[in-house]
Structure formats: C-alpha cells, structure tokens
C-alpha cells in the first residue's frame, strides 16, 4: 500500500474536519499545521488498521485509451454501410474509465463504434471479469454510434463479400481483446481522485430531426425549406454533462463529457470518430495528453446536427470541427463552475429487461431474405424496403439456436418462445449525486428527458447505445405509431421505450441513499 497516498487521505480528512468546525479559525489552522507535519512522520512506520481501513474507503479511479481502429479494408458503416475502407482520418478508441471504493469495483468503458453486438458484449464483458476481477455485471459499455466507423453486422458483410467481409469477421474477433487492454491498463492507473460534476446548455447545434408534413405524415431530415415541412415533432436536450476527475495533487486525469447529438456528420471511406476526436483533441491541448476524454452521446434517436433554417451550414469535416470546436469550448467553460461532490459509495445495478415484439409471419421472413440478398447489388431494392426487411430478420427465430442467429444480426436475443427481445438497463451510481446510465439502442430524446426528470440524483447523465448490445432505434410510444424511418425500424412493439425507461427509473430510485 503507497503510505504517501495513506498521509494524503489522513491530510485530507483531517483538515476538512478542523476547517470544516471552525472555518478561518488560527487555532483549527494552527492545529492543521502541527498535524500535518506529525503525520508526514509516518514515512518511517507501518501502515496501521486505521489507515487500511482510509485506504478502503476513499474513491479511487483509473483511466486510460486504446486504440480499436479496423484494418484499412474493412466495411464500414453506418447502420446499412457497405463501403470499403481506405484509409483512417482519425483513430478509433476504447477510451475507459475504473472505480473502485471499499472493495466494489466497475467499469465503465466508451467505444468509438456506432453499436455492440450482441455477442462481442457478452464475450468482452466475460474477458474484461476474468482478468480484471471485475464483475460482468459491473460494467457499462457504451457506444458514442459513430457512423464513419465499422461495419458491425455480418448480414451487410455478406452484400459485399471476399476480402473484405473476411478483414471485418476478423476485426470483430480481436475487438474483445483490445477493448480489455483498455480497462487493464486503466485498473493498473487506479488512485484517488476528487470528481466534481455539472452541465452546461448548447442549444444551437442538434436539431429534432422529425418533422409533421402537410399530408399528415411525419419525415425524417425534409431538407432545408422545404414548403411541405411544417414544425419538428420533439424536443432537444441541450444539456452538456461534463465530470472532471482529477489527483489529490489537483493533476486532470480525465473528464467525461455527455450530450445528445448524432455522431453522424462524416461519411466517405476513411474510418473517424466524428466530432468526439475533435473534443478530445482539443482538451488535450489545454488539459495535457495525459488526461482521457471519454465522450458518450446522450439519446439522440431523432437528434442531429442539421440546421433546416441556414442553407449554408458546412458539411463532413468542416462540420464536425465546428461542432467539435464549439462543445469543446462549452467543456472549458464548465470547468470553473463544477460542482464537487463526495464519493462516500459506489453502486452498480444491471437488469435484464423483456420487450414485447410483433409476430413475423414465415412468408415475410422469405421476402426479407429476398430483398437482402439483393442488397448492394445493381438491382438493389428500395430503401424502405432494407429496412422493413432487416427489421424482420432481426425478429425472426431461428433454429440452431444464437450461434444461428449471430451469423445474421448483432441484436440483443429473442426469447425461447420468440415473443419478447432480451434487452438490459444499468447504472453506476457515485455517492449520492452523480449517476452513470447505459440506456440501450438509438434512443429518442424524449426517453432520456423523463430518465432524467424522474431520477432522484441531481446528476444523471444517460448513455446511450449501452446495454447487452444491439436494439436498433428505441423511439417513444407517440413515435412508433406515427410511424416514419426510426419508427419502422424499432423492434419492438409500441410501448418498449418506455418499458426501459421504467426500469432505469427504479433502479436508480432503489439506489437512492434516502
């Protein structure tokens, strides 16, 4: 045990105690001052009972990124992407943070991908547990949905086939090792640390996507004045939740940053993390290299960047440097303002949540492989159509069991009666302010807004694209029945986004230190 990190803990408790009693007081001052210089004598002794028992219970943290970036040849992909990979713009990392308090432990880890397959988070979660010590259920893995990363899903592997299809089968068989490295290494950087917490509002760059038409109908993106187009149907969470952790010698050693905004701004055929690398990088340079940025987008299902009021507005790189730049500054401005807050518990919950699902006849099973087998190809059908048809293999049950279905889909598992798809909610809780959520899928706006307004810690900052992997969009009950792109792609029946939000509401109410 380092006995330096025991006389800082002593230090620290000590002088809060006296300055805390009798605030600018000479004699609590002086008496801080005898004590100190009589507990640097320690140096010389063994560490005591009383000093294991400090160790204990001071909030230690960890951080460190890895790089996970796919081999240039890869698929890439946003959510139906085929295009074959040339090159690397930016890297793609597993960037983690550790805790750990009176023998509880947790991780929580944000991965520059635009989903989780069902079976790498069940294989990462298991190797992370194996070599760590940390509990499968005790980790929260979080994608920031980056678009101009890889291709997850074998079934779009397969429209493009050879070399290829082969580089991404093998990308995602090595991604658990790599994801692991990034929480060993920061489980070996664990210390003490301080946390403060706070948000700060940008409301001038994400923009709800769905707009009610004149027909009655509702559309995603209309397009920038389009006469047809008459108001957005949703509101935005302008929110920008940063937490700063730092040394007991007041050194950054890393900051979470949370908002709701698609990381959907680059495409073309050079692998990016979107305007998180932006963030990032720009931290770094006033912060230090050492520190971690571990972005996490908020539920931004019908949330993107685009402005339907400025025909001008920048597009790829040009515009995820902007928007990078501009919630990179809203970061630095936050900093003086943070609140800090006492770890005195740390808390993990996971539960498995089931969601009801509409029955998929065998006819139309029969027609979705038709369409998909003619995807990418010159024939290639409708848009609509891929989606209808993806959405109903992703629901149909198949026999030989998971290994079967995981050839052919990333999503969470169906029930053994094929009803109900097995998703999962989480959360970590750092004493009795600051909650950590893992919301699953490409969650509406509305849904984290009512995680937020129900939940009875002052600091709730919901992560999106979390869970047990893959959900596909997870619009609101009002969204599906109206219908439109994310609607028609939810796997669910009507009601599941809120059934998720239900169980996250009572988990954090039941850690809730009332």
Known sequence: MDKLFIRIAWLKIIGASFLTKKPGSRYALCLFTI???????????????????????????????????PPVGCIMGNSYGITISEGVHDELF??????????????????DLISIPYVIAVETRKLIAQRTGIPVTSIIM???????????????????????????????????????????????????????????????????????????????????????????????????????????????????VNFALHPAIVGGNRFS?????????????????????????????????????????????????????????DVLKALPTLHPIEVNSLKVHTQSVELPVPPVQPRDVKWAEEVMAKYGKPDSPPFDDIVKAWRIIDLNELKGGDKTRFESTTTVPLTDDGGELKS??????????????????DAFVELGLAIKQNSPFPYTIVNEQSGNGTLSYVPNRKAITEGGYEGESARFSPGGGEILVDAVTRILIDLFPY
């Open 424 to 441: 999962e909610v989480q959360a970590i809780v750092l004493g009795n302010e600051l909650a950590l959520v893992g919301f699953p899928g």
């Open 94 to 111: 597993a960037r983690t943070l550790v805790f750990e308090r009176s023998g509880e432990k947790a991780a929580f880890i944000a991965l």
């Open 273 to 329: 993390a979107d305007f998180p690398a932006v963030i990032a990088e720009l931290l770094a340079n006033v912060k230090g290299d050492d520190m971690v940025t571990i972005y996490t987008n908020g539920t931004s299902g019908n949330i993107n960047n685009i402005d339907v009021n400025w025909p001008g507005q920048p597009e790829g790189y040009e515009e995820l440097t902007r928007i990078g730049t501009i919630l990179a500054a």
């Open 35 to 69: 004590l100190s210089f009589s507990i640097v004598r320690l140096s010389a002794q063994s560490v005591s009972p009383v000093s294991e028992t400090i160790y204990n219970t001071i909030f230690r943290a960890g951080a460190a990124s890895t790089k996970i970036t």
């Open 142 to 256: 979080t994608a920031t949905h980056a678009h101009a990363g890889p291709q997850m899903n074998p079934l779009f592997w397969k429209a493009v086939g050879g070399l290829p299809a082969q580089k991404s089968k093998e990308y995602l068989r090595d991604l658990p090792e790599m994801i692991s490295r990034s929480v060993e290494l920061a489980q070996s950087r664990l210390q003490a640390v301080n946390v403060s917490v706070g948000t700060i509002r940008e409301n001038t760059i994400n923009f709800n996507r769905r707009f009610l038409m004149k027909d009655g109908s509702f559309r995603m993106n209309p397009g920038k004045g389009n006469p047809n187009s008459i108001r957005p149907v949703g509101p935005v969470d302008p929110d920008v939740s940063v937490v700063y952790f730092e040394t007991f010698e007041s050194k950054p050693l890393a900051i979470l």
